[in-house]
């Protein structure tokens, strides 16, 4: 019985960890969700970027103005009366989470 368990147990593991390489990173999330608009670069010096007059995220100013809580809210709710559009129901709250630091990385004042 232990040994059945052992080798049901080996062969699980593989399964487990092909799951964990299968998600995306954060990187993948934002390109495939946000490039578009927002630039690979997070500037927003994009077609639509520059159409909807979006705000860089490489900005100092901008990022010191908006909490995570600001830009967590937006991604996940969308922004009315804008082409921002909601992701609670397509992105995990953990990858909205990380997308909030990822959005975080772009700001110069940090060092990146």
Not at 1 to 14: E, Y
């Amino acid at each position: 019985m232990v040994r059945a368990f052992v080798l049901a147990a080996f062969l699980a593991a593989p399964l487990a960890a092909s799951a964990a390489d299968a998600a995306p990173s954060v990187e993948q999330v934002y390109l495939k969700n946000c490039k578009n608009c927002h630039g690979a670069d997070g500037k927003a010096e994009t077609k639509m970027g520059k159409k909807h007059e979006l705000k860089s995220f490489a900005d100092s100013a901008w990022q010191a103005k908006h909490s995570d809580q600001q830009i967590r809210d937006v991604i996940a709710n969308g922004k009315p009366k804008t082409k921002m559009k909601a992701y609670k129901e397509k992105l995990s709250a953990e990858q909205i989470d990380a997308l909030v630091r990822y959005v975080r990385s772009f700001d110069p004042a940090k060092g990146n």
